[in-house]
T-cell receptor, first 114, second 111 residues
């Protein structure tokens, strides 16, 4: 059973516009959420994270929003750049319970069109 | 460069065979995690070791096993290989838990 879901396998955005990637989860015990970016032939690279005590975390062009009641998080990239084209994975873990392995979604392939 | 190294980068073998994938974590990281990514799938957690001890188990088949050595490097052993075991295998490491740094992966092809 997939505990973390990314329902959009792909997204295309014009350069300079906002990219919004969505993620839903089912496990209410998740308390730490991460976004990873993956280029072909490379391992996932950590992008940004958020703890369940927050509802927003910002790092430069990247902002992650967490809606605990809806069990939903999103990653906003603004402005989008061609170099942002990659597969983005949402991940979650239960850090407080010590079960801190990550559960990943299936990824969203973002294409930023110049 | 995440600081996590994996060897080999590519591995091609036949059904029924056994292979060993190797991972060296980042300096200072005590936790090692193994993940499998099949075609068009997300990363599936296989197993975690912390300072030499098994900490958590995910969807790891009985034909697969892992260990973490005193120098903290880890090996994932895959035996009686089947076509469906063809995948990317990633190792990740962390100091404790939550934030993991991934290696470049080993692409396993079973023919």
């Amino acid at each position: 059973d997939q505990q973390v879901k990314q329902n959009s396998p792909s997204l295309s955005v014009q350069e300079g516009r906002i990219s919004i990637l969505n993620c839903d989860y089912t496990n209410s015990m998740f308390d730490y959420f991460l976004w990873y970016k993956k280029y072909p032939a490379e391992g996932p690279t950590f992008l940004i994270s958020i703890s369940s005590i927050k509802d927003k975390n910002e790092d430069g062009r990247f902002t992650v929003f967490l809606n605990k009641s809806a069990k939903h998080l999103s990653l906003h990239i603004v402005p989008s750049q061609p170099g942002d084209s990659a597969v983005y994975f949402c991940a979650a873990s239960e850090v407080q319970t010590g079960a801190n392995n990550l559960f990943f979604g299936t990824g969203t392939r973002l294409t930023v069109i110049p | 460069d995440s600081g996590v190294t994996q060897t080999p980068k590519h591995l091609i073998t036949a059904t029924g065979q056994r292979v060993t994938l190797r991972c060296s974590p980042r300096s200072g990281d005590l936790s090692v995690y193994w993940y499998q990514q099949s075609l068009d799938q997300g990363l599936q957690f296989l197993i975690q070791y912390y300072n030499g001890e098994e900490r958590a188990k995910g969807n790891i088949l009985e034909r697969f096993s892992a260990q973490q050595f005193p120098d903290l490097h880890s090996e994932l052993n895959l035996s009686s290989l089947e076509l469906g075991d063809s995948a990317l295998y990633f190792c990740a490491s962390s100091v404790g838990g939550g934030l993991e740094f991934f290696g470049p992966g080993t692409r396993l092809t079973v023919l």
